[in-house]
């Protein structure tokens, strides 16, 4: 375990967890460990939130299982709901005008374009194109009435996606990048590239202000907390704007290098129980389990 500038645990009543990679492990799963462990924060007074790229209806499978009543900070901080209605409490859609030519270059190169939504109704998520890869295949098949097919997101649709990405192989992920390079406007736009677990790529387009750390501000506006009164839990790229804005900024023993080097503090692996000993090792442990932090 690697501290860098410890601070006392007793101050934090926020803990913000990314979910893939953080909170599940390398088989998605949940364990029972980590859910007692996340339960014994909730008893401890400390609002356990959760903070993904998922979106909401995903994201509260999870929460449900575990017994959250947090708001949910979907699609990294561009989509804030109710964990229950999946009402919106707080949206940040692209500016569809500046993304349309993307979506009509991607469909023209035969590339599968997502879309989210952000309703609380299905389908949330559309696409256009059948998707090439085995991952993306039976990510439309588990997501079932979630999702809907159209002929072309540029043509089929009028909204302002959330989210717009391409899900890939990493030669097909290159050539998306450079299809939507000149259509890139970093004062509207902000591209996140990421693999995942799967070996699947991911190239996504988001609002510029859509990132984990302003949802982490929503929240604190929303609760009457502090910054430096949140803990945030990462393992990914698009997490490191949250393990900075936090009081104490965590990285899991499976983070990527650039999560580890911004992070106050590294625990263990994710399929190592490393969430769960870090709760009830360190977060817990001077606050007394079970008494309430105020």
Request: charged share 25%; glycine share 8%; aromatic share 8%.
């Amino acid at each position: 375990m690697i501290v860098r500038g410890r601070r006392d645990w007793m101050q934090y009543r926020l803990l913000a967890l990314d979910i893939d990679g953080t909170l599940l492990n390398s088989r998605s799963e949940l364990a029972a460990r980590t859910v007692a462990a996340v339960r014994q924060a909730c008893a401890a007074g400390i609002k356990v939130c959760l903070v993904s790229g998922r979106r909401p209806r995903s994201m509260a499978r999870i929460s449900d299982q575990i017994g959250l009543d947090t708001p949910l900070v979907a699609l990294n901080g561009g989509n804030i709901t109710t964990p229950d209605t999946l009402q919106a409490l707080h949206t940040i859609a692209l500016d569809r005008p500046k993304v349309e030519p993307i979506m009509r270059a991607w469909w023209n190169a035969g590339l599968t374009t997502f879309a989210s939504r952000g309703t609380a109704y299905p389908p949330d998520m559309y696409y256009d194109l059948d998707p090439s890869i085995p991952q993306s295949q039976e990510y439309i098949k588990v997501e079932g009435e979630n999702i809907a097919k159209v002929y072309s997101l540029a043509e089929s649709t009028d909204w302002n996606p959330l989210r717009l990405s391409v899900n890939d192989n990493e030669e097909q992920i290159s050539y998306a990048r450079d299809l939507a390079k000149p259509f890139l406007d970093a004062q509207h736009i902000r591209p996140l590239l990421s693999n995942h677990y799967d070996g699947s790529w991911y190239y996504e387009l988001y609002p510029t202000q859509a990132t984990k750390a302003n949802g982490l501000r929503f929240l604190g506006e929303y609760f009457g907390i502090q910054p430096e009164e949140m803990v945030a839990v990462g393992d990914h790229i698009n997490d490191l704007d949250m393990i900075e804005f936090a009081g104490l900024g965590v990285a899991m023993g499976n983070a990527q290098p650039a999560a580890k080097e911004v992070a106050d503090l590294v625990i263990g692996h994710h399929d190592e129980d490393g969430l769960a000993v870090f709760i009830e090792d360190y977060l817990l442990k001077e606050a007394g389990r079970g008494r309430k932090i105020v």
